[in-house]
């Protein structure tokens, strides 16, 4: 330990503590991380909802593919073909999911328990990217980690483990952050670099919503940065400072074209292209929510643990119940004493630029996050970006973010002022927590559970208020009051958030399927290729889990992703017509005497690939309406929207055949023999631009076949048709995240800066 004087950002008087060995905070970080998620690291409970449905299948094709030295472009397995790492919540390139590799077992399945240690250790990068943040902003050890923990274990960090992108996101920003702010205050480059690179990598996990968010967080303290600092004198320092700054973005941005090219052309094919302000509205907070400071359970509870009930409900302002979702959605709780902490840094430092810029961004990420019952949300709709994205009570990050570092800087106010210095804001503080938790108590719209959890955020308010009065008034010094923070403040967040993961299903478990149906189901490529359905509709049934196909590498029709296709089935009239042209060999049957289900083969499915000689060429929108009338006989004659250039006689016999030779994700081989005549050739593959094919060895048209299929033109005599998967936008995405990393690196170690000077 070492002796030093600390000039804190809210106070000009001199405080003499003693630093501890930076070791101390890592290690409590890592106790709070060991603490908070022990049923899932001793595998007692896991991670439920999207991560059980979708994560886990999803990040289990990611590693086995990339276990196989490929990068799975193409996704065969669900809704009978999409793109894969083109889905960006997938993030392939993000670092920590290709580390996951390492947890597949000899059957290419994924450890359930290394993907929630993946998640999981990101709650202690948080805390540390949090408390570094606080310490250069000359923050105290203390207060620092009390912000840490504020933030790292907020409800919206910890009910978001079912989607980890998310925590990855946020458990890099305050490092970001940290960095950006050195790269504006000292005009240092090689900072802005450092800020962009992190940022670009953690944008690699795939949650575009949270990267907006923090962009815009950036891009508003770099103009406020600016308006502050016009009238200073020494230009070329000023011009130094937000050239580092601007850096940031411009390395983060070309970190992020190899993920964000590829993802935009799957975009503007998807089902969500199109958004409605109604539907970008979707989660908005509530006013009522606003207990919610206090009492995280105001409306109720839910958890993964299924022998708990569900106690949620939630009245909308249009007078609706609220969907499940919003439970997590509109959850931000970050501990009572992180609050009142809070509230005081806020009138201390008042006349700080700093606090006024994090007021500003609270004020700001609370009226955004009503979304629909406030008129900010339809303003900024209006922008680029926000008006593609739903649930605006995320902008909730705001709130919690600045709130939190303010808790820090709350707490060292206390420390180093007179208490008759500080005795109003800690009154006011105070008082604010008191009247919510009153509001909470008497205000009449709790839940089943809101009298308990409103007693506890009494009992809490009380605890904390006595806590920081004895600060005040040096009962208690800083290490023991400091401590006692930490200590009520974890308790605090551990019982308001530490069941929701207590799910008793293994992800592992509810992926197993019996042997032999898991045998039959599998193509025996790439002389048998065929499809499964393995959901009913009517009535409701689901003899697998939507997204088995990419745990156990068979072929689907059905799935589970928000960024499925608009094209997916062929546009006939009737499930059982539909699944004939997408080569279905197993259809799911419930018999209706016994209500079992039973898996029907389907003897009129399509082949993977056939030939035809007719073509009947329609736009788009007729093509639609000529299918739903079922008047063909697809084994003969195709729909499509293009005009060909081979001479088609359906008068004339095909005699030819197709042989396909070789079946992979990203790569398909057809052999035709006996090509003695112009025919298109007709594959049950759903058609997407990035399919490249070669016939002969030289590029040919791929055409949109019967609404949502491939067709290629086979010219006589030709033989070899090849389709890959060749991305031109992945190819310039990689291309300039490759020279962004190649003229950033060396830079980070180059010191222009005194050369500039």
């Known amino acids: 330990m070492k002796e ?55 990040q289990t094709y990611a590693a086995y593919a990339a276990s196989e030295g490929t990068i799975p472009f193409w996704n065969p397995y669900i809704f009978s073909g ?246 997590w959605e509109t959850a931000f709780y970050f501990g009572i004493i992180a609050l009142l902490l809070g509230i005081t840094g806020v009138f201390v430092t008042i006349k700080s630029r700093f606090t006024q810029f994090l007021l500003m961004m609270i004020i700001f990420g609370l009226l955004y996050a009503l979304g629909s019952n406030f008129f900010l949300h339809g303003l900024m709709d209006n922008l680029p970006f926000f008006g593609q994205f739903r649930i605006p009570s995320r902008m909730m990050l705001y709130v919690i973010f600045g709130t939190s570092i303010l808790a820090g800087i709350g707490f060292d106010s206390i420390l180093s002022l007179k208490y008759n ?30 009298l308990n959890s409103s007693l506890m955020a009494l009992l809490f308010s009380f605890i904390g208020i006595s806590l920081i009065i004895a600060l005040g008034v040096k009962k208690l010094g800083y290490y023991l009051s400091g401590i006692l923070m930490i200590i009520v403040l974890f308790i605090d967040l551990y019982l308001a958030g530490g069941s929701f993961s207590d799910s008793k299903e293994d992800p592992a478990g509810a992926y197993q399927i019996d042997s032999k149906m898991l045998s039959s189901f599998k193509s025996d490529y790439p002389g048998n290729i065929f499809r499964v359905n393995t959901r009913s509709y009517s009535p409701p049934f689901m003899a697998t889990k939507r997204n088995q196909g990419m745990v156990d590498r068979f072929m689907s029709t ?82 499509l929207e293009e005009p060909v250039s081979v001479k088609l006689n359906p008068d004339e016999a095909i005699t030819s055949k197709v042989i396909c030779r070789e079946y992979k994700a990203n790569y398909i081989r057809y052999e035709i023999i006996n090509p003695d005549k112009d025919m298109i050739l007709v594959l049950s593959e759903i058609w997407y631009p990035a399919w490249k094919v070669f016939v002969d060895g030289l590029p040919a048209k791929l055409h949109r076949a019967n609404w949502s299929l491939r067709a290629i033109e086979i010219p006589k005599g030709a033989s070899k048709v090849e389709l890959r998967f060749a991305s031109e936008s992945f190819a310039l995405g990689q291309w300039i995240t490759i020279v962004t990393l190649l003229i950033s690196i060396p830079l980070l170690i180059i010191n222009l800066n005194n050369r500039i000077k």
């Open 558 to 639: 059905e799935g589970y992703n928000p960024l499925v296709l608009q094209r997916v089935n062929p546009a006939l009239g009737t499930n059982d017509s539909i699944y004939d042209l997408l080569n279905v060999k197993y259809i799911l049957k419930i018999n209706p005497q016994t209500n079992q289900p039973y898996f029907e083969e389907n003897f009129d499915k399509m082949p993977n690939a056939w030939l035809v000689n007719k073509a009947h060429i329609f736009d788009d929108k007729t093509s639609y309406g000529k299918m739903k009338t079922g008047n063909y006989d697809f084994l003969k004659e195709v729909i």
């Open 4 to 58: 030093f004087k600390k000039q804190t950002v809210m106070s000009q008087k001199q405080i003499t503590i003693k630093e501890q060995n930076v070791w101390i905070f890592v290690a409590l970080f890592a106790f709070t991380t060991l603490i908070y998620f022990s049923g899932q690291l001793f595998g007692n409970t896991f991670f439920w909802e999207d991560f059980l449905e979708y994560v886990y299948p999803v």
């Open 82 to 327: 999409m793109p894969f790492i083109a889905d960006i919540q997938v993030g392939f390139f993000y670092p920590f999911n290709r580390l996951l590799t390492f947890f597949l077992d000899s059957n290419g399945h994924l450890s359930v328990w290394g993907l929630q240690f993946m998640v999981i250790i990101h709650f202690l990068i948080a805390q540390l990217s949090f408390f570094f943040l606080m310490r250069s902003k000359n923050v105290s050890q203390l207060g620092s980690a009390i912000g840490a923990i504020a933030y790292s274990f907020s409800m919206m960090m910890v009910f978001h483990v079912i989607h980890p992108m998310m925590i990855y996101h946020l458990a890099w920003f305050p490092l970001v952050f940290m960095l950006f702010l050195k790269a504006l205050d000292i005009g240092d480059y090689r900072y802005g670099i450092g800020a962009g690179l992190i940022l670009g990598t953690s944008m690699l996990a795939g949650h575009p919503q949270t990267t907006l968010y923090e962009a815009f967080f950036l891009g508003v303290y770099y103009l406020w940065h600016l308006g502050n600092n016009l009238k200073i004198i020494d230009k070329k320092k000023l011009t130094l400072s937000l050239v580092s700054g601007a850096v940031t973005f411009i390395v983060a941005v070309g970190v992020f074209q190899i993920q964000f090219l590829t993802s935009r052309e799957l975009a503007d094919l998807s089902l969500r292209a199109d958004i409605s302000v109604e539907k970008s509205a979707k989660g908005s907070l509530e006013f009522k929510q606003i207990t919610n400071f206090v009492n995280p359970h105001q409306f109720g509870k839910m958890s993964g643990d299924q022998n708990v009930p569900n106690t949620f409900t939630l009245t909308t302002s249009e007078g609706v119940q609220a969907d499940y979702f919003y439970y």
């Open 421 to 450: 210095e500080i005795n109003k804001p800690v009154y006011i503080s105070s008082g604010i927590v008191i009247l919510l938790v009153l509001i909470s108590l008497f205000g009449g719209f709790g839940g089943s559970d809101s």
